[in-house]
């Protein structure tokens, strides 16, 4: 089976949501809608115009909408013919769906799949009465809100599903789409809201019960426990209260348990104030401050921080260590977190075996779903098995059968091969996910060749090596170098096939330079150290491109600055859908001097070589906007158009096969690789210079840079020209001095010493 065309019924914020990912993937899709009354394809233009203008964006690439056919219920079903997965995303409510599919079944193709969206009615319900045929075809495919960002699929499939309808999904989604998937039982909720809405409405009663405001719960079920920064109310307030509302009442009634949320909550609700969506909900936005609501008064205040001795200590530790450690807390943050991790434990113990087929589908549906980074059962484990008998014990819980059977562990882990425990109580070895390189299973089974601070070498096998980045957000400093030059000699020695840069870290490739030894120089006026740090970073990106065998990045999230030099610098990047990439030293009163410069200069240059009738001043022009206007990607897509990102780069949708798509990518450059030789391009010198001149005095004029702004333009149009000498051919060592010469100008600044004093503080620029 195939999947060439996907159709999608149903254009509201799911909907519209779904279709937006699959056209991103480069799929054709037909987006239906009810008819309109002046417009009968008004409905589905509305919801790909909220996905055109959604917050964060819905499209990876805006023109990818091009992509996306609508239509109406009433006279473009017959559209869906076409299509090769059927997608139904309508109202939350079992009556339509199946008249939906009464309409459906004579149109269709005898080999379209059709799957149901729905968060929580069970598929044998939608299917009751079907022909065999369409019940053989016909599963669950629940996404989940944005579909774009959040990384888990549940796929629940009947009894009758075909296994290759249910194959051919799960391949698709996971390769095309980019999602993570988890084989779901036939049961009210299925997995992630079963479990991730019991504990936010656990979160918000026991608040209640503890005392507590909006702005403490959020404090507390957010980062410090290893969830989303948006926490309990935030993530509500995103996601939508009536969406929440909704769900609950579903779980409740299709339960039988109580999943009501309190009064306050319904009132909210019933008053329109839902979210992010309408500006109000649990927090209001108010020009740029944001308010908090009390739940008391149903008033909103200015937010209040949640600040204690013992939660600034806790913060500074590794998750492990503070999930233990939360629970120890003293007064009302500790009753609150305590009494949160048990009932949520309870109910996952009590409830995992008729959720899932597995207890690692339980964890990567709480992982990839909610965004936590243990799920529930790795959480139990940290915490100690013992410490959670104990703890079920003194609330009055009983010790359900799955932590009976459990002995010290679920989780164990033995000459590198992870093992987990079966619903029985029996380890079995944890399934291998094809494509997917675990740098924690390798490290296990003694692959790590040089453990440094700031970097590791690892061996993935088959002849590659990693550079695995490891500091904070990843950043660049002679650590980083070391290590690189330890694994380019290694490689060229022994007769590796190549090198992947790349991380685990699941927000950054690396975020840049680290600037605070660069600080420390500046203060210090040592500029012998500092020219002979910006020189080795410049011989470290350059020593990328001229190794003798290829170097693959693997670029994902923040690769920023220095981050995004050592990508360029690479023979080819593989990027991961989700890329914030960009030159952004302008910020903090600085170049680009790793390279960047000269290489958006020299790719923008040989990009015009092939017309004849080109402007060769557009090259300059071009690197001079994207520097000092610091722009970023807001996926891999919008970095190849760019510019940071050539053709010949690969994007993997999948983070998860980020590294072994990289490892592929060396393996297939290796045989009879040749390293690129050295650049020679046409600098413009004063022509550039006074074009670019006249670029930052316009910027002046309007306001839009300030005076530190136009000496910092000034110094990048220098580099970019090669200085204000006559048009001729320079090489990339030339553009690479006078890099760094623009470099350490800057940085003898007293405003740039300001711009990297306040950034280094705040983690925000500083205009001026």
Not at 126 to 142: C, K, S, T
Not at 446 to 455: E, I, M, S, T
Not at 515 to 522: C, K, S, T
Request: proline residues 6%; charged residues 25%; hydrophobic residues 45%.
């Amino acid at each position: 089976m195939r999947i060439r065309s996907i159709g999608v019924v149903g254009a509201g914020t799911m909907g519209s949501g779904i279709a937006a990912l699959a056209a991103s993937a480069g799929i054709p899709v037909v987006l239906l809608d009810i008819p309109g009354e002046r417009d009968r394809n008004e409905p589905a233009k509305r919801g790909l115009q909220r996905a055109l203008k959604a917050r964060p964006p819905a499209f990876m690439d805006p023109k990818r909408a091009g992509l996306i056919a609508v239509g109406n219920f009433e006279d473009d079903l017959d559209l869906l013919a076409r299509c090769d997965w059927v997608i139904e995303a309508v109202i939350e409510e079992l009556g339509p769906k199946r008249a939906l599919f009464d309409r459906l079944t004579p149109i269709l193709a005898p080999g379209t799949i059709v799957s149901s969206n729905t968060s929580g009615i069970p598929m044998r319900l939608l299917v009751e009465g079907r022909d065999e045929a369409f019940r053989r075809r016909f599963l669950g495919a629940h996404f989940f809100n944005p579909p774009r960002y959040l990384h888990l699929l549940e796929v629940i499939p009947t009894p009758e599903t075909d296994p290759d309808v249910v194959e051919t999904i799960e391949q698709f989604a996971t390769l095309v789409l980019g999602k993570g998937v988890v084989r779901a039982k036939d049961v009210p909720g299925f997995i992630g809201n079963r479990l991730g809405i019991y504990g936010m409405i656990q979160a918000i009663r026991l608040m209640e019960r503890f005392g507590l405001t909006i702005d403490e719960v959020d404090a507390l079920t957010g980062e410090l426990i290893g969830r989303p920064r948006s926490a309990t109310f935030r993530t509500a307030d995103l996601s939508g209260l009536d969406i929440l509302k909704h769900v609950a009442d579903g779980l409740s009634a299709a339960t039988g348990n109580d999943y009501r949320l309190p009064v306050w909550v319904e009132d909210l609700v019933a008053r329109g104030s839902l979210g992010e969506k309408t500006g109000v909900g649990f927090y209001r936005r108010e020009g740029r401050d944001i308010l908090t609501l009390d739940p008391a008064t149903m008033e909103y205040h200015p937010r209040a921080e949640t600040r204690s001795p013992e939660l600034g200590a806790l913060s500074r530790r590794p998750l492990q260590e503070r999930l233990r450690q939360s629970l120890d807390l003293p007064g009302p943050h500790g009753e609150f977190l305590r009494t949160l991790f048990l009932t949520t434990a309870h109910e996952t113990l009590t409830l995992a075996p008729d959720l899932a087929w597995d207890i690692p589908s339980i964890d990567r549906a709480l992982e990839w779903g909610f965004g936590w980074e243990l799920g529930p059962f790795r959480q139990m484990d940290a915490v100690g098995l013992a410490v959670v008998r104990a703890g079920l014990g003194d609330a009055g819980l009983d010790e359900p059968d799955l932590l009976r059977s459990a002995g010290d562990g679920f989780y164990a882990s033995e000459g590198g091969r992870e093992t987990c425990r079966g619903f029985d109580g029996a380890p079995a070895p944890l399934p291998e996910r094809p494509g997917v390189v675990s740098l924690t299973r390798l490290k296990g089974a003694g692959a790590v060749l040089r453990d440094g601070d700031d970097a590791s070498l690892v061996d993935l096998g088959d002849g590659v090596l990693m550079l695995e980045l490891h500091s904070k957000l990843n950043t660049l400093g002679e650590g980083t170098f070391a290590v690189l030059r330890d694994g380019l000699d290694l490689i060229e020695r022994q007769g590796y096939a190549g090198l992947v840069i790349g991380s685990d870290d699941a927000r950054a490739f690396s975020a840049g330079a680290n600037l605070v030894p660069v600080a420390h120089l500046a203060q210090q006026g040592d500029w012998a150290a500092l020219e002979n740090l910006v020189a080795g970073f410049q011989q470290a990106t350059m020593s990328l491109r001229r190794a003798p065998f290829p170097v693959v990045s693997a670029a994902f999230g923040l690769t920023l600055g220095g981050g995004a030099e050592i990508a360029m610098h690479s023979d080819r990047v593989q990027a991961a859908g989700e890329l914030a990439m960009g030159l952004v030293e302008f910020g903090v009163g600085l170049i680009p001097a790793g390279g960047g410069t000269k290489e958006l200069l020299a790719r923008f240059t040989e990009d015009l070589s092939p017309y004849l009738e080109a402007d060769p001043f557009e090259a300059a022009r071009r690197a001079f906007t994207l520097i000092t206007l610091a722009q970023t990607s807001s996926s891999a897509l919008e970095a190849r158009s760019m510019g940071f990102l050539r053709p010949q780069d690969g994007i993997t949708m999948n983070r998860d096969r980020l590294i072994g798509d990289a490892k592929a990518v060396v393996l297939a450059l290796a045989p009879g690789y040749v390293a690129p030789v050295d650049r020679r391009f046409q600098a413009l010198g004063r022509d550039a210079l006074g074009n670019l001149r006249y670029a930052i005095y316009a910027f002046r004029e309007a306001g839009q840079a300030s005076a530190h702004d136009a000496v910092i333009g000034e110094k990048l149009a220098w580099v970019l020209s090669a200085g204000d000498g006559p048009p001729r051919e320079v090489g990339e060592q030339d553009i690479l001095d006078f890099e760094r010469e623009a470099f350490l100008s800057l940085l003898g600044t007293e405003k740039t010493q300001q711009r990297i004093a306040h950034t280094l503080q705040t983690g925000k620029p500083l205009r001026n």
